[in-house]
Structures are given as C-alpha cells and as structure tokens.
C-alpha cells in the first residue's frame, strides 16, 4: 500500500530533509513551510524514521477537507477509513491546532474529532464501547485557513531524540538542527572538522555519525513498532541492512573542545551512548587556545547567544575574541549559528551567506565564510596538513 506521508521540519531545514528523501529513492517529494509531502510504502515510512537526520517526524496524512463547521468537521473525519490502521482495542489520542480557521477552539475541534473517529470505529466494528488497551495512533486535526488536515504520528517521541543524550546542557542544539547545519555547509568525511564550543557535544556527534553512515534511529524506538498492522520481520531486515551498513573503520579528522569541563565531560559521555567516542578528540579548551596542523577544515559551531549568556556586554566580547581568533584560520570555512542579530558587527566581518533557521521556537541566523578550496592534489590524497 502507497501512503501520502509528510516529513515535518523545522523552517529554514525543509530542503535538507527532501534532500535526504531522494537519497532514500523518493521521488517528486515536494516542500512546505515546516513539511515534505511526499509517497511511499510500509518499507518507506521505516526507513524514513530510521534515517532522516533532519526531520522532526514523519506523519501518514489521512487527506484534507473544508470545515467551516463543527459538523462538517465531524462529517468530514468520520468518512475517513480509520479502521485501516485503529483496531478494535487501539488508542487513539487526539491533538489540535487552529490557524486562522472559524474554528478556532482546539479543545473543541479535538472533541469532535476523538467522536467522529470513535463512532466510525463502532460502526465497523460493531461495538458500542471501544477499549483503548492496545496500540496508541496519535492523531492530530489542523486547521488552516478553515481547511482541516487529519495525520497519524508514525514517529511516537520527536526525531530528534536519537537516544544517546540522556542529559542536556544549556540551551541545547538539536540534533536534526545539528545536521542540518552540518549539510549546509558540504562538509564530508574526509575533511577536518572542528567545534570549538561543543558544549553537550551535539554537532561533533552527529558528524562522526555521519562519517561511520550510522543510521539516526539505530539506539530508539518508533510508534509504528507497535502496530500490529506493520511487519515485524520487514522492520527488523531494515534494521539488519542499517547495521551491515556501518562504517566501523571510517577515518575522522573531527575535533570537539569547550572551556567548560563539566559540558565536556556530557560531550564524551554522549559520544559514548552514541558509539561514536572513538571516532571524536575531546579537549578542555578556551577558544583562544584552539588551533590546527590542519591547512584546511571547517568550523562549525553553536556559541552562546544571549540563551546561555545572559549579559550583553559578555556575549559582544565574546564574538569579538571569535572574529579576532578565526583570522589566524585563513584558509579553513566556518559556519557559526546565533539568535544575535549583531553577530557580524562584532565578529568583524560580514558573512559570505546568511541563511534563517529555527532552534525550536528561537528564531537564528547561520552565518557562512567560504575558505578556499584544497587543491587537487591534497584533496586527492587526503593531506590536508600544513606544509
């Protein structure tokens, strides 16, 4: 069976995830403000959740109709085939959210969503009372513009959550934002990367995931493991072929250090809950005391901003000392994200590419400086040292 399925993401990521779906062979998805529509099978929403990196989840859509009413809204979910995947005993919690839309009470809307579905339920089953024992189905109805858009979560906890940071430091970077911002900047696996305000150890992690091509999702469980409609041993060759699939050998130049030992010390341990401990070099380290024997690499990095920072004279001084020690890396690119909107002024050089992305609900700015690009002969024997 084909499903309409949608890849919700954060605004400003929605290309990065469709491009991650074509690398999964999925063709003509096409992308929203904060989603991909796109189709796929059974196999499709497994391999979906197992290895997008950037995506929050992925939602199978149940279809879309106009309700200006509460009993269009009913009449419109009721005629929905809810029993292809609700069984006779399965839960189905009910969430909502209303933009611009004459119905505008989400508790409502939620109400005579849950009703709608449960009478349809009844009706094919034959039953006057449903248990809701069994597997869990979180459904969500939106409404936009007074169009009413139905999905199942296929994900259960958010994407995000790759399993390996059982703890957070301050004002923590997603993981999916993490490789998002990893994407953006084409760094590959045979370049140097460095972090040198890893703080929880986020963006060095999900590089070194990257460069072993282990799959996010590896270390989590998923909602549709629970249904009983989905094979088990169809689920279970797709986790086999993403564990056959894994680079233990995979050679990383990438280097993680932050002044804060006890945000260092939740690095390694992250990295280590993630299988990646090896393939990262944590240092206790002031920023100003960072360096390379490396000619060429990339930054990439999640400073403080005003979250973890909360005087303004600090945060200004601290971009300051960033811009005045980036120099001294003049042939290597760094990618540094903010929600400071003077960012440029006091790092001391304006960005060669500014791109708008979302923290969770933190609007920032990831601002780019292209090095120069290694010459042929380095690059192809992998030398990048300094001469």
Known sequence: MVYDLIASAAFGVESTVKRELSWLGVEDAKAENGKINFKGDEAMIMKANLWLRTADRIYINMGKFRAETFEDLFQGVKAMPWENFVGKNGAFPVSGKSVKSI???????????????????????????LDEDGP????????????????????????HKR????????????????????????????????????????????????????APGLNRHFAFEKWPQFSKSLWQDILNE?????????????????????????????????????????QKLDLADTSSKYEYGFIITNPPYGERLSDKTEIEKLYKKMGAHFKKFKTWSYYIITSYEQFEKFFGRRADKKRKLYNGMLKCDYYQYFGPKPDFKARKQGNFEKK
Request: charge should be negative; charged fraction near 30%.
């Open 242 to 282: 993403a564990r056959d699939e894994i680079d233990y050998d995979a050679v990383t130049r990438i280097y993680a250090s932050d002044i804060d030992g006890k945000a260092l010390a939740l690095a390694r341990e992250h990295a280590k809950n993630a299988g990646v401990d090896e393939k990262i070099s944590f």
């Open 103 to 129: 119905l505008h009470s989400v508790p409502d809307c939620q109400k005579i969503t849950k009703k709608a579905i449960a009478e349809r339920l009844k009706s094919v089953y034959g039953v006057d009372w």
């Open 136 to 159: 869990e189905y979180k459904i969500e109805v939106s409404l936009l513009n007074d169009e009413a858009m139905l999905t199942i979560d296929t994900s259960g906890t958010g994407l």
């Open 163 to 214: 399993g390996y940071r059982a703890k957070a430091g301050e004002a923590p970077l997603k993981e999916t934002l993490a490789c998002a911002l990893i994407y953006t900047s084409r760094w590959k696996k045979d370049r140097v990367l460095m972090d040198p305000m890893c703080g929880s150890g986020t963006i060095a992690i999900e590089a070194a995931l990257m460069a072993m091509n282990m």
